[in-house]
C-alpha cells in the first residue's frame, strides 16, 4: 500500500522541517520514513523530537521504555512501531522471548512485568487507574519521577502509533516477528 500521508526527502521539506530532517539526519545516520512523514508539519516533528529526546534523559531505563512502547504498539496494532521497537530493543540486548514477552505485557523481569502492567492500564483506561496499581509501581522501586515517565512513554508511543497507523507509513526497518507466528517456547502465551 502506498502511504497515505506524503513521505517529504529533505529537498521536498518546507525550510523548518529541513533543519529538524538534518537533526534527524545526524542523531540517526538516516531518515527514517516515520520523520519523513512527519515533515509534513514541522510542528509535529519538533514536538515529536523534543519529547522524545527528553524522555531519553529521564530516569526511567531505555530497555523499561522500548518495552512500553513495544506493549502500546501492539495494543494499537502498529506494524511499523513494532518494527521499530523489537529493532531498538534488540540493540539494548532484549532477546527475541523477551520482546515477545513485552508486546503481550509480560516479562520475566519483575519490575519490568509491574511497569508493563501499570502501562497498559493507563493506556485502556486513559490514566484512569486504581490506587493498587499505582502502589504497585511504587512497591516495585519506581520513583514519583519515573510513574511519569512511564505516563509519557504510553503517551508518546500512542502519538507514534496513530501518526504510522493513519499515514500507513511504508517500513524501512526489518519487520517485526508476526506474534501469532510465535513457536519458540518462551512462555510469551504461544
Same mark, same amino acid.
Given at each position: 500500500?502506498?502511504?497515505?500521508?506524503?513521505?517529504?526527502?529533505?529537498?521536498?521539506?518546507?525550510?523548518?522541517?529541513?533543519?529538524?530532517?538534518?537533526?534527524?539526519?545526524?542523531?540517526?545516520?538516516?531518515?527514517?520514513?516515520?520523520?519523513?512523514?512527519?515533515?509534513?508539519?514541522? $510542528? %509535529?516533528?519538533?514536538?515529536? !523530537? /523534543?519529547?522524545? #529526546?527528553? @524522555?531519553?534523559?529521564?530516569?526511567?531505563? =531505555?530497555?523499561?521504555?522500548?518495552?512500553?512502547?513495544?506493549?502500546?504498539?501492539?495494543?494499537?496494532?502498529?506494524?511499523?512501531?513494532?518494527?521499530?521497537?523489537?529493532?531498538?530493543?534488540?540493540?539494548?540486548?532484549?532477546?527475541?522471548?523477551?520482546?515477545?514477552?513485552?508486546?503481550?505485557?509480560?516479562?520475566?523481569?519483575?519490575?519490568?512485568?509491574?511497569?508493563?502492567?501499570?502501562?497498559?492500564?493507563?493506556?485502556?483506561?486513559?490514566?484512569?487507574?486504581?490506587?493498587?496499581?499505582?502502589? $504497585? %509501581?511504587?512497591?516495585?522501586? !519506581? /520513583?514519583?519521577? #519515573?510513574? @511519569?515517565?512511564?505516563?509519557?512513554?504510553? =503517551?508518546?508511543?500512542?502519538?507514534?502509533?496513530?501518526?504510522?497507523?493513519?499515514?500507513?507509513?511504508?517500513?524501512?526497518?526489518?519487520?517485526?516477528?508476526?506474534?501469532?507466528?510465535?513457536?519458540?517456547?518462551?512462555?510469551?502465551?504461544?
Amino acid at each position: 500500500m502506498e502511504n497515505r500521508i506524503q513521505l517529504l526527502n529533505q529537498n521536498e521539506a518546507s525550510e523548518q522541517s529541513q533543519e529538524l530532517l538534518n537533526q534527524v539526519q545526524q542523531r540517526y545516520g538516516s531518515i527514517p520514513n516515520v520523520f519523513k512523514m512527519m515533515a509534513n508539519s514541522p $510542528a %509535529v516533528l519538533r514536538s515529536y !523530537l /523534543s519529547f522524545s #529526546e527528553a @524522555l531519553s534523559q529521564g530516569k526511567l531505563e =531505555s530497555a523499561l521504555q522500548e518495552r512500553i512502547a513495544l506493549l502500546i504498539s501492539q495494543e494499537n496494532d502498529c506494524e511499523y512501531c513494532l518494527s521499530v521497537h523489537s529493532f531498538i530493543a534488540k540493540s539494548l540486548g532484549l532477546s527475541e522471548e523477551e520482546i515477545l514477552r513485552a508486546r503481550r505485557g509480560k516479562s520475566e523481569n519483575q519490575q519490568a512485568q509491574t511497569v508493563l502492567q501499570f502501562a497498559k492500564s493507563v493506556f485502556v483506561y486513559s490514566g484512569e487507574v486504581q490506587d493498587e496499581e499505582l502502589e $504497585a %509501581v511504587r512497591k516495585a522501586g !519506581l /520513583s514519583e519521577e #519515573e510513574i @511519569l515517565e512511564i505516563i509519557a512513554a504510553v =503517551s508518546l508511543t500512542n502519538l507514534t502509533n496513530s501518526l504510522n497507523n493513519v499515514a500507513k507509513t511504508k517500513l524501512d526497518f526489518p519487520k517485526a516477528k508476526d506474534i501469532s507466528d510465535c513457536g519458540c517456547g518462551c512462555g510469551c502465551g504461544c
